[in-house]
């Protein structure tokens, strides 16, 4: 099934909308000029079935929060989806199906989902990214040349903070960052990458990123890159105060992939970092 995508307004579907990230998304929706919210999905069982999905706000929505995500779906361009991994997966497959572009800010994938996405992504378009945020992703660029520049003589740890609801860690942001710098260093973080220590560690191998993980309150999210070298350190460190950016940068990424009849992107694709 083929859905005209590059019509305005973009016809947006939102997965998990009651939750934090879906209640953010739904009102960025609202006062969006070229978006239109057309379905509100959420689990069975959800206390938020059969209520309009801008109750929350006071504000009405005129789009029902429903489970039956097939029909929900019906009309829909595009589906933003920050849940979790088995419910995207089931949400990859239904999109493939229906021809709907989706945005993917889930977290937590195994490396056999991950690959599953990539050949979804040979039929639909997909934009997939563990931070939509505009400045997280500038933040990722600015670590690329960082790290070109400080490739010998630093130790690189990445330290993260999450609220206490979070699930997995590191967070999938600290994860890309290590990636990126991974990445530009000639390194593969599976190989480099220290996700733990405990007891004697012995002295640390120059060649590791390294990975702390905070977890507690209602922290947003905190991402600092510590390049500690004889004398000085860097450390570049990003903020979020609201979940608002990462919808606004997942309604820029609707937009992005709106000419885009099949292919896997990420933010670096929407804001021509590459």
Do not use: W
Not at 1 to 9: E, G, V
Not at 134 to 141: D, I, M, P, Q
Not at 142 to 161: N, P, Q, R, V
Not at 215 to 233: K, M, N, P, Q, Y
């Amino acid at each position: 099934m083929s859905i005209a995508r590059a019509s305005t307004p973009y016809r947006i579907a939102v997965a998990g909308a009651s939750g934090r990230m879906g209640r953010m998304l739904v009102e960025a929706i609202a006062h969006a000029d070229d978006c239109v919210l057309s379905a509100a999905l959420e689990m069975p069982g959800s206390p938020a079935l059969g209520q309009d999905a801008a109750a929350f706000s006071g504000m009405s929505a005129g789009v029902l929060v429903r489970d039956d995500m097939e029909q929900a779906l019906a009309g829909s361009a595009f589906l933003i989806d920050f849940t979790r991994p088995e419910g995207t997966m089931a949400h990859v497959a239904l999109c493939t199906r229906l021809g709907i572009g989706m945005v993917i800010g889930t977290t937590g994938f195994s490396d056999a989902q991950k690959e599953h996405i990539a050949q979804a992504a040979q039929s639909i378009p997909i934009m997939m990214a563990p931070n939509m945020s505009v400045g997280v992703n500038v933040t990722l660029k600015l670590l690329e040349m960082a790290a070109k520049a400080l490739s010998t003589g630093y130790d690189i740890e990445i330290i993260e903070a999450h609220h206490r609801h979070k699930v997995d860690a590191p967070s999938g942001t600290a994860l890309r960052m290590g990636e990126v710098i991974a990445q530009a260093l000639g390194r593969d973080l599976k190989d480099c990458g220290v996700f733990t220590r405990e007891g004697i560690t012995g002295e640390r191998d120059p060649s590791s990123i390294g990975f702390a993980t905070i977890r507690g309150g209602d922290i947003v999210g905190d991402h600092t890159v510590l390049f500690a070298g004889t004398g000085e350190r860097i450390e570049i460190t990003h903020k979020s105060s609201s979940r608002s950016t990462y919808a606004q940068g997942s309604l820029r990424a609707v937009r992005f992939l709106a000419d885009k009849p099949h292919g896997l992107f990420n933010m670096f694709d929407v804001l021509g970092l590459q």
